[in-house]
Nanobody, 126 residues
Framework: QVQLVESGGGLVQAGGSLRLSCVASLASDRTLSMYDMGWFRKAPGKEREFVAAINRLSRATYYSDDVHMRFTISRDNDKNTMYLEMNSLKPEDTAVYSC????????????????WGQGTQVTVSS
């Protein structure tokens, strides 16, 4: 029903920037505006953690304390794409970043999502 593919990861030095993209492939009767979306990350040896979320019409965003003021989530529903602009990157931001989507309306802080991408690796060197 929904396929999510992330891109834009890579190796960057501390203090640098990266922009991740998440492209959604949808059934013909669906539009991206039907989905709230979010970004998560998983570092080696750690649990997956919430990074940021954006509601379906871009009227609200929500960030974890770790990335607030450094990362910006956005989306372009016409392009079926969500973005994560990451600035002032730190070595502790190193992780596999995955995007997620859901149709059920929940508070943006909720980590319950229906659809997940495979992830893209972000590595920040010190």
């Amino acid at each position: 029903q929904v396929q999510l593919v992330e891109s834009g990861g890579g190796l960057v030095q501390a203090g640098g920037s990266l922009r991740l993209s998440c492209v959604a492939s949808l059934a013909s009767d669906r539009t991206l505006s039907m989905y709230d979306m979010g970004w998560f990350r998983k570092a080696p040896g750690k649990e997956r953690e919430f990074v940021a979320a954006i509601n379906r019409l871009s009227r609200a965003t929500y960030y974890s304390d770790d990335v607030h003021m450094r990362f910006t989530i956005s989306r372009d529903n016409d392009k079926n794409t969500m973005y994560l602009e990451m600035n002032s990157l730190k070595p502790e931001d190193t992780a596999v970043y995955s995007c997620a989507a859901r149709t059920i309306i929940r508070p943006l802080a909720s980590v319950n999502y229906e659809h997940w991408g495979q992830g893209t690796q972000v590595t920040v060197s010190s």
